[in-house]
């Protein structure tokens, strides 16, 4: 069931999505080659609760799954959901930070993917067309369009730039819950899916590999890497559907 958010709910969720912000303010400046991801997940959970939130990801179930951390730390070839660890970042690397914040009962939800030093050309590609086709995304996120429009838009920008969708993983409703109705592929036809109404927020975030779309699995439950060892960048914003066009609710 999809929920409308009034206009109060949304500035709520302004602020949680502020703090998922300020988080990846922190990131830019910390991930450098030496630090582990346990670190940056130390110092997200610090700023985090130092705003008054919760990390939403913490404790997170999916069946008997529950994620152990704050953030999600995807190095390379990891798509999504990657386990801060002792790991050390390394020149040369890419790596996607996902944050989740709770606060005043609502929730905010971003991410970005950072170079670690100097990174090559297709990464860069990777990154740059990534972050444009989120914004492709998010300029089609208007009061009376479709649910289509967004996943298409993502998906022309993407392919355009001769990289692949994610399609097993998908952006979402959010609200009082972190994943709520409706899905938003980043792929599909545009004209197509429910009509977009004043008070929807989604989380649009486009996962794009620089090979095929297909993923698997790590042993973990969680940890998602592209199937032939590619390179994967991710960016997010929570946005709300208003009269006056999208809302970003994930920045400063």
């Given amino acids: 069931m999809v929920e409308l958010k009034s206009d109060r709910e949304i500035e709520i969720m302004r602020e949680a999505g502020k703090i998922v912000a ?3 303010q922190l990131m830019a400046e910390k991930v450098v080659a030496g630090i582990t991801t346990a670190e940056l997940d130390s110092i997200a959970e610090d700023h ?3 705003r008054g939130a919760e990390p939403a990801f913490k ?8 994620f ?4 999600c730390a995807s190095i390379d070839e990891v798509v999504v959901h990657g386990i801060p660890s002792n790991r ?3 020149d040369g690397d890419i790596i996607s930070i996902d944050v989740g914040t709770f606060k005043d009962g609502y929730y905010g939800d971003g991410a970005k993917t950072f170079a670690v030093g100097e990174i090559n050309e297709t990464k860069k590609k990777l990154m740059d067309v ?15 369009n479709r649910l289509g429009d967004i996943s298409a838009a993502i998906q022309a920008v993407v392919e355009e730039n001769g990289f692949s969708v994610v399609r097993d993983m998908v952006g979402h409703g959010i609200g009082r819950k972190m994943h709520e109705d409706p899905q938003v592929y980043n792929f599909g036809v545009a004209g197509t899916g429910p009509v977009l109404k004043k008070g929807l ?11 095929d ?4 699995f790590k042993p973990d439950g969680w940890t998602t890497v592209t199937s032939d060892g590619l390179p994967s960048a991710h960016f997010e914003h929570t946005v709300a559907i208003t009269e006056n066009g999208p809302d970003i609710l994930t920045v400063v």
Avoid: C, D, W
């Fill in 22 to 24: 300020e988080v990846h």
């Fill in 130 to 144: 990534t972050l444009e086709a989120l914004n492709a995304g998010i300029e089609k996120a208007q009061n009376g």
């Fill in 59 to 66: 404790g997170y179930r999916v069946g008997g799954n529950v």
């Fill in 201 to 211: 927020v989604l989380a649009i975030e486009p996962m794009v590999n620089v090979g």
């Fill in 88 to 90: 050390e970042l390394r």
């Fill in 48 to 50: 985090i609760r130092s």
């Fill in 68 to 71: 152990p951390s704050s953030i």
């Fill in 213 to 216: 779309y297909k993923i698997s």
